[in-house]
């Protein structure tokens, strides 16, 4: 995988564009089970994000991905900003320059690890680790971008019925069962534009 | 107090709202006067509800104390911000800043009356957790 220039601020742009759009959802499905500031927090993220631009895309995959990483970390302002940040981050430690889908595959698998201690949680818990999961997994399997993104969205929708156990949602208890996480919709937005973007090729 | 009152250990205190950070400060000092160094912060970074990191690491630097700096936090946003804060320490000053697992408004009290008899970091942190323990 090579990204240019160009690719990489049409990267940068595409997951901007898919949180900023979806603002309101989130804000609403974070209303019906945390505190209601998900999709302004994260629109102020990327907002940040895209105001490094033009610069931030003359930096290597790399450094670009460690750059969005802490803007995140510093702008998000909720407990996303620290986890979809760390994210970024640590994919930007862990990938090459020019990446094979394998460096992906191990630098995905470190990023997830990483979220996992900052959030102190696993899969099942009714959070984004709920989508980078299983997606890691289809990643890792040889999975195309349809099918990169086809779990990305089902996987946010199988939180759904899931207990909150982490996070403002815990707070609910059982009335958070019926809701989608926003966390888990922001990943699966992030995910779906970034694959989008990146046209991955089954590699089996 | 046995000692003078920038040797004593920090206290921060992180909220979601700037009016409760700044409130519990004003029972801290209360209670405590300038015995001990003392910061706060609370909003994310347009002045909402939230907490932000570079706040965070602000109020740190606020209340740094060679002695060391006690965090207490409210909701989970604030302790996630608060450990991220934390690692973007130098690595000298990392391990002289802990986070409470306290309420905020009880655990800041009680954590700057014991650092104002100048008790070191972890009994400042111990109070703190112990009292609704």
Same mark, same amino acid.
């Given at each position: 995988m090579s990204l240019d220039r160009a690719a990489r601020e049409k990267l940068v742009r595409a997951l901007a564009a898919s949180v900023i759009e979806h603002a309101d959802e989130l804000t609403n499905l974070d209303q019906a089970i945390g505190d209601g500031d998900h999709g302004l927090n994260m629109k102020r993220g990327f907002g940040a994000v895209i105001a490094t631009l033009p610069g931030l895309a003359d930096k290597s995959l790399p450094e670009m991905l460690k750059t969005i990483g802490m803007t995140l970390v510093m702008?998000? !302002? !909720?407990a996303s900003g620290p986890l979809v940040g760390t994210f970024f981050m640590e994919l930007g430690n862990a990938l090459p320059e020019q990446p094979a889908r394998a460096d992906l595959v191990a630098a995905t698998d470190k990023a997830i690890n990483a979220v996992k201690a900052r959030g102190r949680s696993e899969a099942g818990q009714k959070t984004l680790l709920d989508v980078l999961v299983p997606v890691q997994a289809v990643l890792a399997g040889g999975g195309d971008a349809r099918a990169i993104a086809a779990e990305a969205a089902q996987a946010a929708d199988r939180t759904t019925p899931m207990l909150a156990i982490r996070g403002r949602a815990s707070f609910l208890g059982e009335r958070s069962i019926g809701h989608m996480d926003p966390g888990s919709r922001s990943a699966s937005l992030l995910i779906g534009a970034a694959v989008n973007v990146l046209e991955f090729e089954a590699s089996s | 107090m046995n000692s003078s009152n920038a040797r004593n250990v920090g206290i921060v205190i992180v909220s979601h709202s700037p009016k409760i950070a700044e409130g519990a400060a004003d029972m801290v000092r209360q209670m405590v006067g300038n015995a001990v160094p003392l910061a706060w912060t609370g909003g994310d970074v347009d002045g909402g509800l939230g907490t932000n990191v570079a706040g965070i690491l602000e109020a740190i630097e606020t209340a740094w104390s060679p002695a060391g700096v006690a965090v207490l936090v409210d909701l989970g946003g604030a302790e996630t911000n608060s450990e991220m804060a934390v690692e973007m320490l130098p690595e000298d000053r990392r391990a002289r800043v802990v986070i409470c697992n306290a309420p905020v408004v009880e655990g800041a009290v009680i954590a700057a009356t014991e650092s104002s008899g100048g008790s070191p970091l972890a009994a400042v942190k111990r109070s703190a957790e112990e009292f609704y323990a």
């Open positions: 702008k998000v !302002g !909720g | -």
